[in-house]
């Protein structure tokens, strides 16, 4: 199965990344590109492989495990893991992914460090940050952010690289930019505390926000209505 319209949503989604880029006055190679694959085929995987994309975001955990499977001749896909994450996943987690982008509790990042084998490299992490502070949404707050960041950096399997959130959804693009800016806010004030550590990463941005996102500095940015076209309900 080859799906033709992914070349076009592709290649206009990487020509929609660098025109923002290039209208907030950044580099184009300022923000990467996450390919977001969750419910989609291993096969439209292996096409936008064929393409150059390597790095694909995952949610569902077995999904994920199956397509890994799947793929698994294709040793230099680089693994994202951005779904909710109990601890009974930390350890498929732990072992299968390059990067988390949604740890938002000490005990969830204790068990990544404890469960991270010892010939992989540090497991890459970003705090997600539930940055419009909505009651039932996962993400650490901004309040309790530092003492987090603080427990994090310290674990020696684990790589601190920054902040994550996924912010309630705004009409206009001044209304969208605020949420990216208080995150943006917070991780340069992380960066002072903990200057040993290698805090490069904003992972914001989605297929309806990616201009907001990357004006307010994204360097990381997950689309995947945009590349895969629309999901059915999973
Ligand atoms: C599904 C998802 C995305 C991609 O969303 P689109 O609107 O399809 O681009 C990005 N980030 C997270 C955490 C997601 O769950």
Request: net charge negative.
């Amino acid at each position: 199965m080859t799906d033709i319209t992914l070349p076009a949503s592709l290649a206009s989604t990487r020509e929609r990344l660098h025109l923002a880029l290039e209208q907030a006055g950044r580099p184009l190679n300022a923000a990467r590109l996450l390919a977001v694959s969750k419910t989609k085929p291993a096969e439209l995987i292996r096409q936008a492989w064929q393409l150059g994309q390597r790095e694909f975001g995952e949610n569902y955990l077995q999904e994920a495990l199956e397509k890994q499977t799947q793929l698994a001749d294709f040793d230099d896909i680089v693994w994202h893991f951005i779904g909710p994450l109990q601890s009974n996943k930390t350890r498929a987690v732990a072992e299968n992914f390059a990067w988390v982008h949604s740890v938002d509790r000490e005990k969830i990042a204790r068990r990544l460090n404890e469960q991270r084998p010892e010939n992989l490299p540090p497991l890459n992490v970003c705090l997600q940050v539930n940055i419009s502070a909505e009651p039932s949404k996962s993400g650490v707050s901004l309040e309790a952010l530092p003492a987090l960041a603080r427990e994090v950096a310290h674990l020696p399997n684990l790589r601190l690289r920054g902040l994550m959130a996924i912010p309630a959804p705004a009409d206009s693009l001044a209304e969208q930019r605020r949420p990216f800016a208080r995150l943006r806010h917070a991780l340069e004030q992380l960066q002072q505390e903990l200057p040993e550590t290698p805090l490069d990463t904003l992972s914001m941005g989605m297929s309806d926000d990616l201009e907001a996102a990357v004006q307010e500095g994204a360097t990381l940015v997950r689309l995947g209505t945009a590349i895969f076209g629309a999901r059915a309900t999973h």
